[in-house]
């Protein structure tokens, strides 16, 4: 779908205010996919005007994040382009030279209300229970009077004159037609008193003169865009292409927000989740190509992606689906892969001291990869891999060991000296089968204690993995120790 035949350009247009929201990040996948899929052009633009909220260090970690995702940009800042700078705080001349033009035509006008007077008129109408709209005060001054409050230096900001008595109309290829009357609209404020253009300015300016053709952003901007159009109707120019995406909902359907979650994509990647688990997660939030297929790879999402298959209605973030597509990314991930991912989370972790062999951990990447649903769950849910239990599950230690658990382990320990290094488990198997009938018990009397000992808990895969992962060394230190710190039992 091009506008115009034209190659397709769309813009991620972040500002950097802190971390990646997910709600962030459909909206770059959504350009990113929709840019690959029309061979077409993806800018990110950095959209940094609103100094008081700016994050020092937010847009090197925006862009690393983007790029740990797979989301890699064409034009924007660090690569460059032909539309540059696209940090829009190197462009306010090219703003207050549009908000300029618009005053000298009549489209837009000086405003000096103080910010009180401003406050005054907002609580007056909050008891009306109006919507804020600026009164147009200084709309009413004599042109001779502005220029002597202009002359005198007066602290001022250029505001959008909305023109009066008519509908503004816009298509959206999500919402269909949207009809709004100016009568609602504000006249919004273009250029503020330090010289730095609003959102609604800068994004308009910015958005023709960098060619772009789809404005493909979140619900939230929508009754934003009448604004929008208007300016673009006074400066001559084309309108883009709008796809306004659904709101993004916690399963309770209220909007998906900090206050209700880990909503940072940085946060899942801290977690262990799967750059591809997650895309592929963010992608059916509001799309769906239809039929049953769930699991993508970004390739496959390029090549289904349109945007007239996004709905309308707000999705819910279901945390449960997102583990499955990352326990289901993860099952089917390259062991090299998954190895390289553990000794990263493995870097970052209690265990970092450690060293480990490749061999060492690629068995236990096999003894748990059906047991866990993330990469940082191979430390969480099995640390008994990396490092000695640091205590015991009471619990088991309660049900699981006796009076002779001691005696029986220690046998046990005998006959695990034994057996060679690297031996596979059923050597481990027999020989616990042949401590059991020499000391005349059960199977099982050994084999809780034994887990317990080489672990501190009571699950987790087969006892005989873990001890011929572990080796046999390591295996009789653990019943060692746990004979001395676990307390006799009657």
Known sequence: MNNGQRQVRVRFAPSPTGYLHVGGLRTALYNFLFARHTGGVFILRIEDTDRSRYVEGAVENLIATLGWAGLSFDEGPGKGGAYGPYVQSERLDIYRKHAGRLVEEGKAYYCFCAPERLEQMRKRQEAEKLPFKYDRECLRLAPAESAAKLQRGEPHVIRLKVPDGRAIRFADIIRESVEIDAERIDDQ???????????????????????????????????STPKHVILYEYFGWNLPVFAHLPLLLNPDRSKLSKRQGDVAV???????????????????????????????SIDELIGEFTLDK??????????????????????????????????????????SGQTFEDAYLISVIGAMRERVTSVADFILKSPYFFGQPESYEQEAVRKRWNARSPQVLTALAREFSRIPPGSGKEAF?????????????????????????????????????????IGPAETIGRIRNAIERIPAQP
Do not use: C
């Open 429 to 469: 198997e027999e020989a616990l089968h042949r401590t059991a009938a020499a000391e005349q018990v059960p199977n099982g009397e050994l084999i809780h204690p034994l887990r317990l000992a080489v672990s501190g808990v009571s699950g987790g895969p087969g006892v005989f993995d873990i001890v011929a992962i």
């Open 189 to 223: 404020v273009l250029l503020k008193s330090d010289g730095y253009p609003t959102y609604h300015l800068a994004n308009v300016v910015d958005d023709h003169l960098m060619g772009v053709t789809h404005v493909i952003r979140g619900e939230e901007w929508l009754s």
């Open 266 to 296: 940085e946060e899942y990647r801290r977690k262990g989740y799967l750059p591809e688990a997650l895309v592929n997660f963010v992608a059916f939030l509001g799309w769906n190509p239809g039929g049953t297929k769930e699991i993508y």
């Open 310 to 351: 996004v709905n309308k209605s707000g999705a819910i973030f279901n945390l449960e689906k997102l583990n499955w597509l990352n326990f289901e990314h993860l099952r089917t991930k390259p062991a090299a892969e998954v190895l390289a991912a553990l000794r990263r989370e493995l870097a970052g972790s209690r265990f």
